[in-house]
C-alpha cells in the first residue's frame, strides 16, 4: 500500500448530487434545471392527483354509473357444505346459532348471516339465523332439521 492506491472504504463516501441554483458559476444556476415558465418551474408546484396536462382527466371523461342504496341490508352467506364440513370436523354438533357461527369466525359479531343453498347437508342440523334462502331451508328440512330465522 502506498499514496497512489489509497481509496474511502467500501460505502463511506456517498454522492451528494448536484447542488442546483447555487450561482452562474456553478453551471445550475439561473433556471437551476427547470426551463423557462410554466407549472413546473415554480416553487410550491403539486401536481394534483390525476392531472393529464390539461388534457380531461379519466375520472371526468367516464360517465357516473347507477345509485348506491343506503337502505340496503348487507349478509354474510354461509353456504351448506360449510355446515357440513364443521359437522364432519367435529366442530359442532346438532344445533347452529349466530353464536357458534361468530366464535368459528363464519360471520362477524355486527353481520347479518344468510345461510345459502351450495353443496348438500347429510346430517340433522336446527339452524337459526337471519335468512335462508329457498333451496337452503328445503335441504335442512330434507335432512330431518330445522330452520330458524332470528
Known sequence: ?????????????????????????????????????GAKSRSGYSKKIGFEGGQMP????VPKFGFTNINRKEYQGVNLDTLQQLVDDNKIEDTIDFETLVSLRLAGK?????????????????????????????????AGGEAVTL
Do not use: C, W, Y
Not at 379519466?58 to 371523461?61: H, K, P, T, V, W
Not at 355486527?110 to 347429510?122: A, Q
Open 1 to 37: 500500500m502506498d499514496l497512489s492506491n489509497l481509496k474511502p472504504a467500501e460505502g463511506s463516501v456517498k454522492n451528494q448530487g448536484k447542488r442546483v441554483g447555487r450561482g452562474q458559476g456553478s453551471g445550475k444556476g439561473g433556471t437551476a434545471t427547470r426551463g423557462h415558465k
Open 110 to 142: 355486527n353481520d347479518l348471516v344468510k345461510i345459502l343453498g351450495r353443496g348438500e347437508l347429510k346430517s340433522k342440523l336446527k339452524v337459526s339465523a337471519h335468512k335462508f334462502t329457498a333451496s337452503a331451508k328445503a335441504a335442512i328440512e330434507a
Open 58 to 61: 379519466l375520472q371526468r371523461r
